[in-house]
């Protein structure tokens, strides 16, 4: 419906079209004939404009929920499920959760790690121990997971840790010793460093034991000494050097440049 502000205009206009009555004051016989008047040609009633808008009217509706419905499907939320998931003694494998905790309640012991959300989970397959360790911290409490049934936690101080890789044991072969590429002797004149003779193959280049078609390493590095070849050493204050090697470089690059593209056009 319309509110009185907004009808307060078509009341005034609906005035406007109907007759004003006058106040004055009339005679008995005068009175009498505008009655039967009236009662023997009844006047035509006119349609008022309210009725007339009446089909256009609209109605408002709340814009926004009333107080106190904001809340109310939060105020008994579903359980977090937190607590202990398994219990001492019992067999976890790698990724299973032992408890779940909102804060650090319980801390990771041996074998074990925290989430994000500071959920424990085990590292390794094994049995879970809830188990306290005075000498590491006075109050924390800690989760492991062991992999003996019998076994128990905490650790003596500076004791091996015991680790669980899940490999077949196998029988230990004995280390063979690789064939020097040189070998050494000393003499009056000092420490002689020779070649160890090839061996001799019956098809193909000679090869030397663990090595194939090369020379032995501290000969390649002494060449450029018997060569008698020294290289300068480097100044870090000589730009000019660094400044034509630069140049160099660019104008080689150029000129790649130049005959790539003169490749393409062929």
Same mark, same amino acid.
């Not at 926004?64 to 499920?81: E, F, I, L, V, Y």
């Given at each position: 419906?319309?509110?009185p502000?907004? %009808?307060?205009?078509?009341?005034?206009l609906?005035?406007?079209?109907?007759?004003? *009555?006058?106040?004055?004051?009339?005679?008995? =016989?005068?009175?009498?004939?505008?009655?039967?008047?009236?009662?023997?040609?009844?006047? @035509?009633?006119?349609?008022?404009?309210?009725?007339?808008?009446?089909?256009?009217? #609209?109605?408002?509706?709340? =814009?926004?929920?009333?107080q106190g419905t904001?809340?109310?499907?939060?105020?008994?939320?579903? &359980?977090k499920?937190?607590?202990?998931?398994?219990?001492g003694?019992?067999?976890?494998?790698?990724? !299973?959760?032992?408890?779940? #905790?909102? &804060?650090?309640? $319980?801390?990771?012991?041996?074998? !074990?790690?925290?989430g *994000?959300?500071?959920t424990?989970?085990?590292? #390794?397959a094994?049995?879970? *121990?809830?188990?306290?360790?005075?000498?590491?911290?006075?109050?924390r409490?800690?989760? +492991?997971?062991?992999?003996?049934?019998?076994?128990?936690l905490?650790?003596?101080?500076?004791? @091996?840790?015991?680790?669980? %890789?899940?490999?077949?044991?196998?029988?230990?072969e004995?280390?063979?010793?690789? #064939?020097?590429?040189?070998?050494?002797?000393?003499?009056?004149? &000092?420490?002689?460093?020779?070649?160890?003779?090839?061996?001799?193959?019956?098809? +193909?280049?000679? %090869?030397?034991?663990?090595?194939?078609?090369?020379?032995?390493?501290?000969k390649?590095?002494?060449?450029?000494?018997?060569?008698?070849?020294?290289?300068?050493?480097?100044?870090?204050?000589?730009? $000019?050097?660094?400044?034509?090697?630069?140049?160099?470089?660019?104008?080689?690059?150029?000129?790649?440049?130049?005959?790539?593209?003169?490749?393409?056009?062929?």
């Amino acid at each position: 419906m319309f509110k009185p502000r907004v %009808l307060a205009p078509f009341r005034a206009l609906e005035r406007s079209f109907t007759p004003i *009555r006058t106040t004055h004051s009339l005679t008995q =016989s005068q009175s009498v004939l505008r009655t039967l008047s009236a009662s023997a040609f009844p006047k @035509p009633q006119t349609p008022s404009l309210s009725n007339t808008l009446l089909p256009f009217t #609209q109605v408002r509706h709340a =814009s926004h929920a009333s107080q106190g419905t904001a809340n109310r499907h939060s105020r008994d939320p579903a &359980g977090k499920r937190l607590g202990a998931k398994r219990s001492g003694g019992e067999y976890v494998v790698p990724g !299973c959760i032992i408890f779940r #905790q909102r &804060g650090s309640l $319980w801390f990771p012991g041996e074998n !074990c790690g925290m989430g *994000r959300d500071h959920t424990i989970y085990a590292t #390794q397959a094994g049995y879970v *121990r809830y188990y306290l360790d005075p000498e590491k911290h006075s109050k924390r409490r800690y989760i +492991g997971v062991v992999f003996d049934k019998n076994e128990q936690l905490p650790h003596p101080r500076n004791a @091996p840790n015991r680790r669980k %890789l899940n490999m077949v044991s196998i029988p230990m072969e004995e280390k063979v010793e690789a #064939q020097p590429d040189l070998s050494a002797t000393v003499d009056e004149d &000092g420490v002689r460093v020779e070649d160890v003779e090839a061996v001799k193959a019956v098809f +193909g280049p000679q %090869l030397r034991p663990g090595y194939m078609y090369r020379e032995a390493n501290w000969k390649i590095g002494r060449a450029a000494e018997i060569a008698g070849i020294t290289a300068p050493g480097y100044d870090r204050r000589d730009r $000019w050097t660094a400044w034509r090697k630069r140049q160099q470089r660019a104008e080689r690059a150029a000129q790649m440049k130049s005959l790539k593209g003169n490749k393409n056009k062929k």
